[in-house]
């Protein structure tokens, strides 16, 4: 069943799109077309209230690229458990670790990716 997006955050979701953080565009260039795994992810994606930065919803997956203000944040903290409780998986880059290692933060995704993908369909033991 498809969730009613509040008409107020979908503008203010599009309104982000446009408005990107050099990290949150340097890492949609990785991520946009299915260049990771053949991944469809969304960019600032409103959801339960809250604007995730990026989302594969098929591997269940959020990508949030944060500046210091998120340092320690509680407010992260209860939207990363509020997700988990739906199956989710967060992953946190900091703005300068997306300029400075984009390949890296692409590997962490790939691994994290693949870690999912494990747990999902664990090995199946004939006894």
């Not at 446009?18 to 949150?24: F, G, H, I, L, P």
């Not at 604007?51 to 959020?62: M, Q, S």
Request: with cysteine; aromatic share 8%; charged share 30%.
């Amino acid at each position: 069943m498809r969730q009613q997006v509040p008409p107020q955050h979908r503008t203010f979701a599009r309104a982000m799109r446009s408005d990107s953080t050099k990290a949150e565009n340097i890492l949609w260039q990785a991520l946009r077309n299915r260049q990771l795994e053949g991944l469809k992810f969304k960019r600032q994606v409103p959801l339960d209230g809250y604007i995730l930065d990026f989302a594969c919803f098929e591997a269940k997956l959020i990508l949030e690229v944060d500046g210091g203000q998120h340092s320690e944040s509680q407010r992260d903290a209860e939207r990363d458990r509020h997700f988990a409780m739906k199956g989710f998986r967060t992953v946190r880059f900091w703005n300068d670790e997306v300029v400075r290692n984009i390949d890296g933060c692409c590997l962490t995704i790939l691994a994290e990716i693949r870690k999912g993908s494990s747990q999902a369909n664990p090995p199946s033991c004939d006894f």
